[in-house]
């Protein structure tokens, strides 16, 4: 149980209770979360940063779960069973599941999911963009057909949020065909219910008491998501008790705080890269491949692996060895060599040259590989000069060729199928694909890959388009470290998801006993 705190509440001409910015709960049945920042959306066919899947994840349930011990392991969840013949899945669902307004679920929610998702074309939707058609068989069968045998498909389907037919064709009357509804209500059958959304300031929730699932003794009724936009904020309130679990504490304070008096650390693998750095293959000079390659062998990967203290491997291309079907340990290491770096730039012709790189503002590990990329390009002449802007309006600037460079965190949202980080990142279309890299077989390996029932076979081409992306040179991959997260003694019960950035089941989060 934990200690009373001192606390008080505005309230609201809406009656709504908040919690004032800087002081949590005394109800120990309250969990005050520190998000990264304010949802967007909660509609969960959009859903596609941290911040949004905070709710999503929380409040909506999946057809299959995984094990975050073992990503490959599917779990039941509102599916009991599922099969494969072909291009068709079936699935059998779980009965007496209800959403959070007491309609009951069947197959036709799932229908009406998957067809809404697809339409939209956003969010998620990439993980399963080859259904070709959703059949409803009987309320509680429904099968799913592929352009293509995807073996992958159920465990795509892991982060799949289901949502309420009833809501979805109530709300399609409007003139948005109901998305602006579902942009700022939620209901679900997930374990948490969408309470309210008080805008500059947090998102409230509250236990589901009806939930299928088992929540564990000392379970939270109550969750308060605070958008903290400054990690250091977010770990001084984290130290001070004002917050009972913190997203995107910064490294060395994550580092400080869980080796200190009344915390603990929870570290695991699931960063592909943290940060990567993205050439844009259209712009001179980093149009050039040789340009490309001095950049990459001329890097301080010693320098990241400094910064980071602990936990740190240089990774040796986009998928991480602990991933199944990696062939990241029969890869040459990715090295610092100088000499080889400027006979590469000497080959490109572009020595002297300048360029331009714009980064995501608000990621101090960002930053910091910027400046080693500066300060390694220095030493072969070439100057790179650093801007720091708002997220979108640094991808948008490399996307349209404002600048040569952008940094990014990698991690791939299917615990099973790398395919899909492949097309988001990689194929002409993908939405991370922001230095347009475009290579014809690269797309059509990454497509064939899903339609391969043996294994072995599924290894050896992924292994053929891991080689073909490193030796593009479109990418410095800066680090791959361990995830760091600070948890209170109070609180037990948070794991590491390792198919995802930093994020919370709530449902398996407790008081500590």
């Known amino acids: 149980m934990r200690a009373p705190r001192a606390w008080r509440v505005a309230v609201l001409l ?8 800087g002081r949590a709960a005394a109800d120990p049945s309250t969990f005050v979360y520190a998000d990264a920042g304010e949802p967007s959306t909660i509609d969960p066919a959009k859903a596609n940063v941290n911040f949004e899947l905070t709710i999503t994840r929380n409040v909506y349930d999946r057809l299959v779960d995984f094990d975050p011990s073992d990503p490959a392991h599917l779990l039941p969840a509102l599916a009991l069973l599922w099969t494969q013949d072909g291009d068709a899945w079936t699935f059998k669902l779980r009965q007496g599941v209800k959403f959070h307004d007491g309609q009951a679920f069947t197959s036709t929610d799932v229908k009406a999911t998957l067809d809404r998702l697809l ?37 795509n389907l892991s982060r799949i949020e289901m949502s309420s037919a009833d809501d979805i064709n ?44 088992a929540f564990p003794k000392g379970a939270f009724d109550r969750v308060i998501d605070r958008f903290v936009n400054d990690g250091a904020t977010r770990a001084r309130g984290l130290e001070g008790g004002e917050f009972d679990l913190a997203n995107f504490v910064p490294r060395d304070d994550a580092l400080r705080l869980g080796h200190s008096s009344g915390f603990h650390v929870i570290e695991g693998n699931n960063l592909w890269a943290w940060p990567a750095i993205y050439l844009n293959m259209h712009l001179a000079p980093t149009n050039n491949a040789d340009f ?11 320098a990241m692996s400094q910064y980071f203290q602990t936990g740190n491997v240089i990774p040796r291309g986009p998928v991480p060895s602990w991933f199944p079907g990696s062939p990241e340990q029969q890869e040459p290491p990715i090295t610092t060599d100088l000499a080889a770096a400027k006979d590469a730039l000497a080959k490109s012709g572009e020595g002297g040259a300048s360029m331009k790189c714009v980064i995501p503002s608000g990621f101090p590990e960002f930053s910091f590989a910027a400046t080693v990329l500066q300060s390694s390009a220095a030493r072969l002449g070439i100057k790179v000069s650093i801007e720091e802007a708002p997220f979108v309006q640094a991808i948008t600037a490399i996307k349209q060729d404002h600048s040569n460079c952008f940094v990014l965190g990698n991690a791939n949202l299917s615990p099973t199928d790398a395919t899909k980080f492949f097309a988001a990142h990689y194929l002409k279309d993908g939405f991370y694909n922001s230095g347009r890299y475009d290579d014809p077989a690269l797309d059509a390996l990454v497509h064939r890959i899903p339609t391969i029932a043996d294994q072995k076979e599924r290894d050896g081409m992924l292994k053929a388009a891991f080689e073909t992306v490193v030796q593009s040179h ?17 609180i037990a019960g948070y794991r590491i998801d390792p198919a995802e950035y930093i994020n919370a089941r709530f449902w398996e989060i407790h008081a500590a006993q």
């Open 14 to 21: 809406t009656g709504t209770l908040l919690l004032p910015a």
């Open 170 to 213: 109530r709300h399609a009357q409007d003139a948005d065909k109901g998305d602006a509804w579902f942009g700022e209500h939620a209901n679900g059958t997930g374990p948490y219910s969408f309470v309210s959304w008080t805008r500059g300031s947090q998102i409230e929730l509250r236990r589901n008491a009806g939930w299928w699932g």
């Open 474 to 490: 479109y990418i410095i991959w800066a680090a791959r470290p361990t995830t760091v997260v600070p948890e209170p003694d109070r």
């Open 292 to 302: 490309r390659d001095a950049l990459v062998r001329a890097f301080d990967y010693g």
């Open 119 to 155: 339409r939209i074309g956003q969010g998620q939707s990439y993980l399963v963009d080859d259904i070709a058609s959703v059949t409803v068989i009987d309320p509680a069968t429904i099968r799913i057909t592929t352009r293509a045998p995807n073996v992958f498909l159920a465990g």
